[in-house]
C-alpha cells in the first residue's frame, strides 16, 4: 500500500477532530447524566424529608390539640355526695339525694353538661335501675360552677355518679365522681343521649 493511500495531513486532522469531538460528547452526556441522577436522588430526598417534616409538624401539631384538650378537660370536676334535706317529700325525694358540684377550672368553657347516675350490679347481679341524666346545663363558663340537689330514690343500687361534656373542639368526655376521665364517642356505650331538663 502506497504511503498517498493514507490519506493528506489535513484528512488525519479532520478524522481526529471528529473522533476527539466525539469522545468529548460522549464524556460531557456520560458526565451530565452522572450529574442529572445525582440531582435527582438529592431532589428525592429533599422531598422526603420534606414530606417527613412535615409529617412531624402535623403530628406535633395533634399531639399538642390532644394535649390542650386532655388540661381543658383534667380541670373538670365533679363531686356528688349524699345529702339529707329535711322530711318534705317532693317527686318521691323525701329529704335524701345527691348533692352535685360540677367545676369548670378550665380556661374555657364546656357544653352539654350532664351529670349522670349509672347503677352499680347488686348482691346477685342484677342492675336495679338504668342509668339516668340528673341534671344538664347547657354550658359551664371558664371558672364556673354548678349545683344541684337531685333526688336518691331508695330502690338504687349504690349508683356511679359521673359528669359528661364537650370540649371547644366537639369532643366529647366522660369524668367519674372517683376521678377516672376518658373519651367518648357517640356509639360508646357510656354515652347518654343529651336531654336538656
Do not use: C
Amino acid at each position: 500500500m502506497a504511503l498517498q493511500d493514507w490519506g493528506s495531513l489535513p484528512d488525519w486532522f479532520a478524522a481526529a477532530g471528529t473522533i476527539g469531538a466525539v469522545a468529548w460528547a460522549l464524556y460531557v452526556g456520560r458526565r451530565d447524566g452522572k450529574r442529572l441522577d445525582a440531582e435527582r436522588l438529592e431532589a428525592k430526598a429533599d422531598r422526603e424529608e420534606a414530606a417527613a417534616d412535615r409529617a412531624l409538624f402535623r403530628q406535633q401539631q395533634s399531639d399538642e390539640a390532644e394535649a390542650r384538650k386532655r388540661r381543658l378537660a383534667a380541670k373538670v370536676t365533679v363531686i356528688a355526695e349524699k345529702t339529707y334535706i329535711g322530711p318534705e317529700s317532693i317527686r318521691g325525694y323525701e329529704g335524701r339525694g345527691i348533692r352535685w358540684k360540677v367545676h369548670n377550672g378550665g380556661d374555657e368553657p364546656i357544653l352539654m353538661v350532664s351529670v349522670v347516675q349509672r347503677p352499680m350490679p347488686n348482691e346477685e347481679g342484677a342492675e336495679t335501675a338504668v342509668s339516668q341524666i340528673s341534671k344538664t346545663w347547657p354550658a359551664i363558663e371558664p371558672g364556673g360552677f354548678r349545683e344541684e340537689v337531685t333526688p336518691l330514690y331508695s330502690e338504687e343500687w349504690h349508683p356511679e355518679r359521673e359528669v359528661q361534656f364537650t370540649d371547644g373542639s366537639g369532643q366529647r368526655w366522660q369524668r367519674k365522681a372517683y376521678g377516672g376521665l376518658r373519651t367518648i364517642s357517640p356509639d360508646d356505650p357510656d354515652a347518654l343521649r343529651m336531654v336538656m331538663l
